[in-house]
Each structure stands twice: as structure tokens, then as C-alpha cells.
């Protein structure tokens, strides 16, 4: 086949790119390698506008075994073990295929934790839609969540990993463009960790597991443009998962690395054969050749190109040392598993494919892995559609306000997602969904691992470096909030067309602001994943960068949020904070009371904000805290509601400071701040003043009832029921049109 | 005591049921594959939660055919104890050691939350170690655990007092609330929720190990000697 400037074209590839390519090899590529070049240098597995700047981000730490460049980061969680983890995104697959699309997402990031010999014990997801009620797309928004939360469902429980927590969203911008973004975490002794590599000449290289068909073909580069109308079509682009089959590819997986044959393995994910092989061999210094002759097909007539790039689900690629295939082969026959030798390692470097024989693409390994384009794009001012000006604030009656940001989709509760999802099952969640954080409790170990995500696409749509750096402090401050020190991260960096300035602006601002403060909180990032072209007919999402952080604990029952006594104090661990008309433009109130935005996020002083989880930690640790609840969307106000929603059925009394409008003084989102209910408030006291932060006291919990009055005052005063079940059953009911 | 904890390709709950005889209850577990034929000298077999062969057909369906269930209902027609968790009792109904069937939830959507369980009867090796309308508090994590079966066979049930336990809040629309029921004998126990997800203080209760101490209770009187 001829390779026309069109041809190129409809691989996403430039004149430029092409131009490369042709200088790297000598020739014109076949059209089987114009393919696998399109799908290697796509953004989605190149990074090509996004690595020059993701090296600001630090990734070290003493705890650091291995930062970003394999299938997942891994962290030293002592006493000889490690755990693996990495969030990633399905976006455009969600979008097309709401149900395959997010069950296949949570496959594949599955299949990157256990490939490297982890066992996964948890996953969570972090999810945008549009609105639920939007005139126009409000029943697709509806279908999309039913889909999206359906298949992460099917995919995770059968398979058997719970999905512990997470995080939804609305916004008008993710109408025609939802965020999926899947975390998981794994564990394993530190001696047993797994890297993609081909390594020794001559050893076999074995393909086990789900037949490749022609599903998934392009996948990578759809990722890596935006939606038009003609999208939908792209269907045929989503694969399809089988949950079962990866359960047995896990347990066969985990059982052949025991045989101490496997020398290196990758998952075939995004752009699959073509990555795996050449990913394999760059990181081994090595080449691979396969024969495609031998890997098991679902159809007859498959071409080279679609063998290649099929995105086909629940495949691996092994190197076995050479002589002791038998021993591997025997484990995938126990788990009924096709396994197949389908090439050798060989030390020329070049990634050689045959057919039949013949060679049907040969390109030099490392350069098609990593000498990718690299772009670096203009970026000059970030894109902001809101005003710096506050509009006139309504008159709205605090206990109205409160009742309203409660049963909104953003703040209520999301029970009718999480109670879809298996959270139970491995019985090590101590703390499932609907707190701070998730916390997982290591069998083996005396340690629990806790776990969050957290992303405000709002605050950033505001100011991408303020609103990165914040996502950072409340995903720190949640697992605090448990008693947990947070100790690595790993990102998903949700953005629209990189090749507008104003757009690559928000990328470059909220990586600069997500590296300041990751390294100033310690939590190094080991992994992660970019999406950019986010949008769909020229409209971009908000610059969305969600942070997935782990924190380590000593395995005890977890501090929930919810009161469980009448009577205790209640404290507000970093005080009362401070707020502005211009800071009180990003916070729900602002969205849900006022239906606008404006201004700028809250402000973060990241130096208190350090000092209030460490004082919380300890207050927690100590054992002091009966609840434990940082205060994030919807304020001060809504924290306290949601710490009475617990089974006690506890409310509270409390009494505001002053000095602050009064909707400031209950909504404003400030950072820093922790609700702690105690019955030794003098100790509280006396740990947050060593820590240097406020802690005053600011009422005592109480039955059945929630009162908060300023100056004698009552600006709220109602039973607890009364506010639970709007919040409790919003979703539902928002989710019936 | 010795437990045998099947293995079927895609069963998921299986360690977590092993640890909990192993580990909360200190007991002997071991693990029996699928593929085999022969169960050895286990005391008892449980057959846990999870997806059996991926139960894309109908849940359990496959599973009733494999080797091991041979040999699982030779050790029930002996008066061995069998407890069916969740996956574990769709296969048992559907091997027809239990009667009814288990059909998709009333809401259609899998549900994982704790509930509340009152037990029928003590008179069970499964439920004596609790006391006949004591509450439980367990998980469930089903999509197909809605209990039907006709009226005669309900009717038959409850004369023969073989409903072990039922929902205090149905959650999936079963029959008379039934979450749990016994076979003739009163050696096979089937039940939708999860007992070995609550058999570890720290996951939020140990009300599932009254179920596990009952069956050590009945090995113990059934055979004082080897305990």
C-alpha cells in the first residue's frame, strides 16, 4: 500500500512525525508499521505533550522502589512488603460505550498492578458527569452514569477486588465528555516484584491468556483526539471484558511467577502486541520477533496491521527462560489459559514482526518507545471563562442553603453508586466508601493501607496551580483524617487539546502546582497517566487533575466520620479559616445557591495546612477522636451534617465565631480544617497548640438534632432526619429524570 | 476440625472463607480444586462466593457439573456438612441439594451492604451457637440473590423449620424474606449473605462466626474423639 499524505492524516500523525519516522528507518514504513507507529507515538501511550513537563513532578522518596516508567509505581510498605498502584483513565471509551468502556477500564489497570506480581486488594474510581438534569443531554448524562457505574460493577466484583471509595462529580463541561478514572493498588513481598522486561537472548517469548480479535483497533489514538459527531461510530473501538478470563489470568499470572521461569512480563494494553513487544524490549535492551502466525485469533483474515494493534482484552506477554517453558505452560493448562511461544528475544534491538514467515515490520525497539515526538507547546495564559467580580449573593436562609447544597448531586450521598460495588469482598476493608478515606487493612503486616482521590476541576477551571495544589492538601487531609500519613501519589491529568495555548496553559500550571505540592506534603508521584483532548465540538472540560494518595497506618478499627455520642465537644481542628467574596467563588454554594462561578479557589497556606494533619494524626492516633471529618465541599456546615448522618442518628450544637458573613462563615471551602468530636478536648488542645494551629472548641454533639447559632442567633436549627434523607436519596431520584 | 474451602475458576470469596475457619474460628482448612474428584477427609465443605466459571449463563449452572460436586453431594448424602455462601448457594440450588432458585434482585442491580438477619431456628448444625430470633448483622454483595421457589415448597419450609435465617429489611425482594435455608437432613445451610465478612472485629462484626462456631458445636458432639 502506497502511504498517501491522507493515509498519514487519518493516523494522527503529522508531516513532521512522519518525516521522522522515515529518517529513523531508512525508508518508507509498511503499512503495518505507519500503524504501529500512529499507536506508539499517539499522546495516549507517547505523552508527547505532556513528559517535557511531567519531569517537574517529584518522584523519589526512601519508600520509593519504583517511580514512573513501568506498569505501576511501587512503594516500601516495611516488614518486607510493598505495595503497587497507578489511577488511570477510560474517557473516551466511556463516553462511546459507557458499560464496556469503565469495565474495561477497570481491567486494564487490573492487569497493570498484577503484572507486576501484585495481588490487587482495592480500586476506586473517580468519575465526572454532566448534569443529570441538563435540558438538552440530561437522560444521555442519566444512561452514561447507569452505564459507566454498572460496568465498573461487573468488571470488579467478578473479578473479585473491592471497590472501596472514590469520587462523582457534575459539571455542565463533562456533558459530552465524562471522566472515568480507575485507581488500584496491589501488594506483594518486595522480593517478588515483576518489571517488563525482555531480557536473555534466545529465551521464548509467550502470549497467553483472551484471543486477539479486531476490537480496540486505534483505541490509543481515539484517546488522543477530540469528539466530533461522528464519534459514535467509533464504537467498534471499545473492547469488550471478560472479568472471568482476567481472574484466571491473575491467579495463573501469580502462580507461573512463582515458578521462578517468568524473566519479564507486560499486560497488553493500549495499543497491545505493539506495546507490549517493543516496551519489552526497550526497557530490556533487547529485541523481540514474533511470528504472528501463532498468536490465537478470534477471526480468520486477520491482517498483520490488526493483529498488531488490536486492543482485544485479558492478554499477556511473558519471557520465559528458555528450557523451562513446561513449567509455565503447566499453571495456564491448571487455570484452563491458552499459552502460546509466539517469538524469542534476540539482541539486535529491532522489534521484528513476521507473517507467514515473511517480515512484515521491523523497527529498532527503543526509538519506536522512546523516541517519540516531543512537543514543547505554547502555553501562555490559562483558558478561565469565569469573571473575577462576585454577583450580588441571593437571599437565601441558611437552613435552606444547607437543606439545598445537601441533596445536590455533588455533596449528596453516593450510596446508590458504592452500595453497587462489592466493597467487602477479601475482607480487609475496615473503611469502605462514604469516609474521608478508604482504609485496607494488609493481612500479612500489622499495616493498613488508606487511600484517596481527589480532584476539584471547578477550583482549577478558577486558577490550575491553586486548584492542583489544593486537590494535593485534601487528598493529604482525608487520609490525616483517618490517621493515616500519607506517603506517595499517583496522578490522572484530565485536560482538552493541548495544542491550544490557553489549554497547554492549564496543563503546565496544574503540574507545576501538583509537583510544588507533592513534594512539600512528601508524597512523591509514582505513576500516573495523562488524558488530554478532552472535548467534545471545541468544547474543553475544566483542566481536571485527580490525585490518588496512600497513606500507611497501624491495622486498628478506623475513626469514622459520623458522631456516636451525645455530649462530646466538638472541635475544629485549624479553626474557622477566612474567606472572601473573590475565594467564595469556586465553593458549591457558589454553584448550586448562587448558579454561578467567580474569583479564585480558597486559599492554601500549605505550611498550616501540613501542621493541621500532623495534629490531627495525632489526636487520631492517640486515640482521642470518637469522629473524625475534614471539612471540604459545602464547608463547615456540611461537614457537621454529614457527621450526623452516622447510625447514632447524633446531631450537634454549635456556636459560630462571628466576624464572618454569615453564609462565608458556613460554606466557605478554606482548607485546613478538621472536625473532630472528643471527649478529652484539653489533650486536643493541647497537641494542636503544640502543632501551632487552632483548635477551638465549637460546640457539643447532641441528640437527634443539628443547631448552629451565631451570637444566640440560630441560623440553623432542625432534626437530623430532616436534612439526612434529601441527602440520602438525591442521586436516585435525580437518576429517575 | 478440618474445613474444605471448593475452589471453582472464578470463585473470589475463597481465602476469605479459608481465613476465617483458619484464622478467626482456628480451625484446619484446606482447599479443594474443582477438577477434583475426590474430597479427602474433610469434615466439612463450603462452597464460597464468587463468579463460578463466570457464571455467565445462569449463576451456578456450570459449577453443578464439575467434578468436585460429585463428590460434594456423595459427602451431603452422608450427613456431611455442606454450607453454600452467596455463589456458593445458587450452586447448591442448582445441583438440587437445595430446593427454589435464585433470581435477579428485585431492583435489578447488585447490592453490597450490611443487613440484618434474624435467625429462624437454633436447631441446626449452622445456627446453634445463636439463639432462634437473635439478630445478625452481615454483608451481602449479590446481584442474583432474590429467593423463589412455589408456594408449596415455602410453605414446606417453614412447616419443616428449615428456613435458617431471613431479612429483617428485605433487600432483594426473596420470598417470605428468606436469606437462608437448610435441606431434609439439616446438613446442608445455603445463604445469599456473608458470614466470613463478618467474622473479624475489625470489619465491623463477628456475628458471622456464630455460624462457623455452630458447625464446630456439631463436629464436636458428632465426634468428641478427633477434635
Known amino acids: ?737 | 476440625m478440618k474445613f474444605g474451602v471448593v475452589v471453582f475458576p472464578g470463585s473470589n470469596c475463597d481465602h476469605d472463607a479459608f481465613y476465617a475457619v483458619s484464622q478467626n474460628l482456628g480451625q484446619k482448612a484446606e482447599f479443594l480444586w474443582h477438577d477434583s474428584a475426590r474430597i479427602g477427609d474433610v469434615d466439612a465443605v463450603i462452597l464460597p462466593g464468587g463468579f463460578s466459571y463466570g457464571d455467565y449463563l445462569r449463576c451456578g449452572a456450570i459449577a453443578k457439573f464439575s467434578p468436585v460436586m460429585a463428590a460434594v453431594k456423595e459427602f451431603a448424602a452422608a450427613g456431611g456438612l455442606v454450607l453454600g455462601i452467596c455463589n456458593g448457594f445458587q450452586i447448591l440450588v442448582e445441583s438440587g441439594l437445595l430446593p427454589g432458585a435464585l433470581i435477579r434482585n428485585r431492583g435489578l442491580k447488585f447490592i453490597c451492604r450490611p443487613v440484618k438477619l434474624r435467625v429462624e431456628t437454633a436447631d441446626s448444625p449452622f445456627t446453634s451457637a445463636a439463639c432462634k430470633g437473635q439478630t445478625l448483622t452481615v454483608p451481602i454483595a449479590h446481584g442474583e440473590g432474590c429467593y423463589i421457589a412455589d408456594e408449596r415448597t415455602l410453605d414446606q419450609l417453614e412447616a419443616e423449620d428449615r428456613v435458617a435465617f431471613r431479612y429483617v429489611e428485605n433487600p432483594n425482594g426473596s420470598l417470605r424474606d428468606i436469606a437462608g435455608i437448610l435441606n431434609e437432613g439439616r446438613n446442608v445451610l445455603g445463604m445469599m449473605p456473608h458470614p466470613e465478612r463478618a467474622a473479624d472485629p475489625l470489619m465491623g462484626s463477628t456475628d458471622g462466626l456464630r455460624v462457623f462456631e455452630s458447625m464446630l458445636q456439631a463436629f464436636a458432639v458428632e465426634t468428641p474423639a478427633r477434635l
Open chain 1, 1 to 737: 500500500m502506497t502511504i498517501t499524505p491522507e493515509l498519514i492524516a487519518t493516523h494522527q500523525l503529522s508531516q513532521e512525525e512522519y518525516d521522522k519516522i522515515v529518517a529513523l528507518l531508512g525508508r518508507e514504513p509498511s503499512y503495518t508499521e505507519l500503524g504501529i507507529f500512529s499507536v506508539m507515538w499517539s499522546e495516549h501511550c507517547s505523552y508527547k505533550s505532556s513528559r517535557l513537563h511531567l519531569k517537574k513532578l517529584p518522584t523519589e522518596s526512601p519508600r520509593v522502589v519504583q517511580g514512573p516508567g513501568e506498569n505501576a509505581g511501587i512503594i516500601d510498605i516495611g516488614d518486607g512488603w510493598a505495595i503497587a498502584f497507578k489511577i488511570e483513565s477510560h474517557n473516551h471509551p466511556s463516553f462511546i460505550e459507557p458499560f464496556q468502556g469503565a469495565a474495561t477500564g477497570v481491567g486494564g489497570i487490573l492487569r497493570d498492578i498484577f503484572t507486576m506480581g501484585a495481588r490487587p486488594i482495592a480500586v476506586m474510581d473517580s468519575l465526572r458527569f454532566g448534569p443529570l438534569d441538563d435540558p438538552q443531554s440530561g437522560a444521555r448524562n442519566r444512561r452514561i452514569v447507569e452505564g459507566v457505574v454498572a460496568g465498573i460493577a461487573h468488571y470488579g466484583n467478578c473479578f473479585g477486588v473491592p471497590t472501596v471509595g472514590g469520587e462523582c462529580l457534575f459539571e455542565p463541561c463533562y456533558n459530552g465528555n465524562p471522566l472515568v478514572n480507575v485507581f488500584a493498588l496491589g501488594v506483594f513481598k518486595k522480593d517478588d516484584i515483576f518489571l517488563a522486561r525482555a531480557r536473555g537472548i534466545g529465551n521464548p517469548v509467550v502470549y497467553v491468556g483472551a484471543k486477539t480479535g479486531k476490537d480496540g483497533i486505534h483505541g490509543a489514538s481515539m484517546a488522543s483526539a477530540e469528539f466530533t459527531e461522528e464519534s459514535k461510530q467509533k464504537r467498534p473501538n471499545v473492547q469488550v471484558g471478560d472479568p472471568f478470563m482476567e481472574k484466571l489470568l491473575l491467579e495463573a499470572c501469580l502462580e507461573a511467577m512463582q515458578t521462578g521461569a517468568v524473566v519479564g512480563i507486560q499486560d497488553m494494553g493500549a495499543a497491545g502486541l505493539t506495546c507490549s513487544t517493543c516496551e519489552m524490549g526497550s526497557r530490556g535492551g533487547t529485541g523481540i520477533e514474533i511470528e504472528l502466525d501463532r498468536v490465537p485469533q478470534r477471526e480468520t483474515g486477520m491482517t498483520p496491521y490488526e493483529i498488531m494493534l488490536s486492543e482485544s482484552q485479558e492478554r499477556m506477554l511473558l519471557v520465559v527462560e528458555k528450557g523451562r517453558e513446561d513449567e509455565v505452560f503447566k499453571v495456564f493448562r491448571k487455570w484452563g489459559l491458552d499459552a502460546v511461544t509466539i517469538g524469542t528475544v534476540t539482541g539486535d534491538g529491532l522489534m521484528r514482526v513476521r507473517e507467514h514467515g515473511r517480515v512484515v515490520a521491523e523497527i529498532p525497539s527503543r526509538e519506536l518507545a522512546d523516541e517519540a515526538p516531543l512537543y514543547d507547546r505554547p502555553h501562555g495564559i490559562p483558558r478561565r471563562e469565569a469573571p473575577m467580580e462576585a454577583p450580588p449573593l441571593p437571599e437565601v436562609a441558611p437552613q435552606d442553603a444547607l437543606a439545598m447544597l445537601l441533596a445536590s448531586p455533588d455533596v449528596c450521598s453516593k450510596r446508590w453508586i458504592y452500595e453497587q460495588y462489592d466493597y467487602t469482598v477479601r475482607t480487609n476493608t475496615t473503611q469502605g466508601p462514604g469516609g474521608d478515606a478508604a482504609v485496607v487493612r494488609i493481612k500479612e503486616t500489622g499495616t493498613s493501607v488508606a487511600m484517596a482521590l481527589d480532584g476539584n476541576g471547578r477550583y482549577c477551571s478558577l486558577d490550575p496551580r491553586e486548584g492542583a495544589k489544593l486537590a494535593v492538601a485534601e487528598c493529604c487531609r482525608n487520609l490525616s483524617a483517618v490517621g493515616a500519613e500519607p506517603v506517595a501519589a499517583t496522578n490522572c491529568l484530565n485536560f482538552g487539546n493541548p495544542e491550544r495555548p490557553e489549554i497547554m496553559a492549564q496543563l503546565v500550571e496544574a503540574i507545576e502546582g501538583m509537583g510544588e505540592a507533592c513534594k512539600f506534603f512528601g508524597t512523591p508521584i509514582t505513576g500516573g497517566n495523562v488524558s488530554l483532548y478532552n472535548e467534545t465540538l471545541g468544547e474543553p472540560i475544566f483542566p481536571t487533575p485527580v490525585l490518588g494518595i496512600v497513606g500507611l497506618m497501624k491495622t486498628k478499627a478506623p475513626v469514622t466520620v459520623d458522631f456516636k455520642n451525645p455530649g462530646r465537644k466538638i472541635v475544629l481542628v485549624g479553626g474557622f479559616g477566612d474567606c472572601d467574596e473573590t475565594r467564595f467563588g469556586g465553593t458549591q454554594y457558589a454553584k448550586t445557591i448562587v448558579r454561578q462561578a467567580w474569583g479564585l479557589p480558597p486559599a492554601l497556606d500549605m505550611d498550616y495546612e501540613k501542621r493541621v494533619q500532623e495534629a490531627v494524626r495525632e489526636i487520631v492516633n492517640e486515640g482521642l477522636a470518637e469522629s473524625s471529618h475534614d471539612v471540604s465541599d459545602g464547608g463547615l456546615a456540611v461537614a457537621l451534617a454529614e457527621c450526623s448522618f452516622g447510625p447514632a442518628g447524633v446531631g450537634a450544637s454549635v456556636e459560630l465565631a462571628g466576624g464572618m458573613r454569615p453564609e462565608f462563615a458556613l460554606f466557605h471551602e478554606g482548607p485546613s480544617r478538621v472536625l473532630v468530636s472528643t471527649q478529652n478536648a484539653e489533650r486536643v488542645a493541647e497537641i494542636a497548640a503544640r502543632h501551632g494551629v487552632e483548635a477551638p472548641v465549637i460546640g457539643e454533639t447532641a441528640a437527634s438534632r443539628l443547631t448552629v447559632r451565631e451570637s444566640g442567633e440560630a441560623l440553623i436549627d432542625c432534626e437530623v432526619y430532616a436534612l439526612r434523607t434529601g441527602w440520602d436519596q438525591a442521586l436516585e431520584r435525580a437518576l429517575r429524570g
